[in-house]
């Protein structure tokens, strides 16, 4: 904190204020709001810990605007997929305790289900899809010239990491989880930057200072803590907020509904690694969006190849793009953790049908997944599934996928190879 300025004269304000008084009115308010949200930090903590280490109240939330009309998809009047898989995949996601199933292919919705009592309206959590988003939000602020790359060294917006070995973490690093930062664990202790940096009234603070473990660039570490550095990020390098630059450079452009994102503090940070809430449709126009390379409406909004990079991954786990999951070689079980570590692991019962295919999936096992090649989206979201019968991740697109009614000189995707 600076020192208050000495002098023998003290300034007074049109309002009679003395400069002194003003410097020791700033201090008392600074010492008031730190008390105030310390207060509020150990109340979101002790709740967190009764609840199991899990968030079930996302508070505060803020709206994000969307398309301020927007127009439902189209629906296609003869699927192009046989409609007993369509069927079987509605029968699939009801049994798995969804609240919304949409397959869309070739620009028009084939199939669309709600459950639960949700409907094409509803507010749905998206966990976890909210990363794909954030990455979705670098690759547009690159198109508009506010990020130059994604090799772009995260210190050219944070002065604070300049000087330090945080400045090796690119743009790129975060988007791939190898930053090199903590990655996500549990922790009782009040103190532990894991709990920080998920739940305090002052995430940057507890972002930027979150500490780093290995070098940037050599270790895979999913983290929530480091998705959420890509909000702060992006509102450092366009100078606008995360809500309004997700809302008004992204959502709108590609006709979605808008919703609500979970922030810090009232007019804070928001969390861009976990919990807005939006429609079904939303999720799967941004899916669309990146099936179509980043067009939307005839207008470019990702930099040509970008998508490309989304879907490529890494030596230190080829199972995870730019927060974006892969097909990669195939495993019958494949974790968010470091490959190497053990963990909860998803269950993919056969190879994928197209090699090529990624996905955004979240907790609670809301997926959506994306072929490019065959021009097919298909989306997700609910609850946890029962533990019996188990998940399948290949189940819903694989079935889909190979009851398509190709039409002649239609490309088709290659499977992925069993291994």
């Given at each position: 904190m600076e020192k208050p300025i000495a002098s023998a004269r003290p300034l007074r304000t049109r309002r009679g204020w003395t400069a002194l008084a003003a410097v020791a009115l700033l201090s008392t308010l600074t010492a008031a709001r730190v008390q105030d949200d310390e207060a509020l930090y150990r109340e979101?903590?002790?709740?967190?810990?009764?609840?199991?280490?899990?968030?079930?109240?996302?508070?505060?939330?803020?709206?994000?605007?969307?398309?301020?009309?927007?127009?439902?998809?189209?629906?296609?009047?003869?699927?192009?997929?046989?409609?007993?898989?369509?069927?079987?995949?509605?029968?699939?996601?009801?049994?798995?305790?969804?609240?919304?199933?949409?397959?869309?292919?070739?620009?028009?919705?084939?199939?669309?289900?709600?459950?639960?009592?949700?409907?094409?309206?509803?507010?749905?959590?998206?966990?976890?899809?909210?990363?794909?988003?954030?990455?979705?939000?670098?690759?547009?602020?690159?198109?508009?010239?506010?990020?130059?790359?994604?090799?772009?060294?995260?210190?050219?917006?944070?002065?604070?990491?300049?000087?330090?070995?945080?400045a090796a973490i690119t743009v790129r690093y975060l988007l791939d989880m190898r930053s090199g930062l903590l990655e996500q664990m549990a922790s009782a202790d009040p103190d532990h930057p894991i709990n920080r940096a998920y739940i305090s009234p002052q995430l940057a603070k507890a972002l930027i200072s979150y500490p780093l473990t290995h070098t940037p660039g050599t270790h895979y570490g999913y983290a929530n803590a480091v998705a959420d550095l890509v909000g702060l990020v992006i509102e450092r390098a366009t100078g606008e907020r995360?809500?309004?630059?997700?809302?008004?450079?992204?959502?709108?452009?590609?006709?979605?509904?808008?919703?609500?994102?979970?922030?810090?503090?009232?007019?804070?940070?928001?969390?861009?690694?976990?919990?807005?809430?939006?429609?079904?449709?939303?999720?799967?126009?941004?899916a669309i969006l990146l099936a179509e390379d980043g067009v939307a409406g005839g207008k470019r909004l990702l930099p040509r190849g970008y998508v490309s990079e989304m879907a490529r991954g890494t030596a230190q786990n080829p199972h995870y793009g730019l927060s974006v999951w892969i097909a990669g070689p195939y495993v019958s079980r494949r974790g968010f953790a470091n490959p190497a570590k053990p963990g909860p692991k998803v269950l993919h019962a056969a190879p994928y049908l197209d090699r090529d295919l990624f996905l955004f999936d979240g907790n609670s096992n809301q997926t959506v997944w994306i072929s490019r090649r065959a021009r097919t989206v298909v989306l997700r979201m609910g609850d946890n599934p029962p533990a019996q019968p188990e998940w399948n991740n290949s189940h819903l697109p694989n079935l889909l996928l190979g009851n398509i009614r190709w039409k002649a000189g239609e490309r088709r995707p290659l499977p992925q190879p069993a291994q």
């Open positions: 979101r903590f002790a709740a967190l810990m009764q609840n199991g280490g899990v968030i079930l109240n996302y508070t505060p939330m803020e709206p994000v605007a969307g398309a301020p009309a927007p127009r439902p998809l189209p629906v296609a009047a003869t699927p192009s997929i046989a409609p007993q898989a369509l069927d079987a995949a509605v029968d699939y996601a009801a049994r798995m305790n969804s609240t919304a199933l949409i397959v869309w292919r070739n620009g028009k919705i084939e199939r669309e289900a709600y459950f639960k009592g949700q409907d094409r309206t509803s507010q749905l959590v998206s966990k976890s899809l909210s990363k794909p988003l954030a990455a979705i939000a670098v690759g547009r602020a690159i198109q508009l010239g506010k990020i130059r790359s994604l090799d772009q060294s995260v210190a050219d917006f944070m002065p604070e990491w300049r000087g330090t070995p945080k995360y809500v309004d630059f997700i809302g008004t450079r992204i959502l709108a452009p590609i006709g979605a509904p808008g919703g609500r994102i979970w922030v810090d503090h009232p007019g804070g940070l928001a969390h861009a690694g976990c919990c807005m809430t939006l429609p079904a449709e939303s999720y799967l126009r941004l």
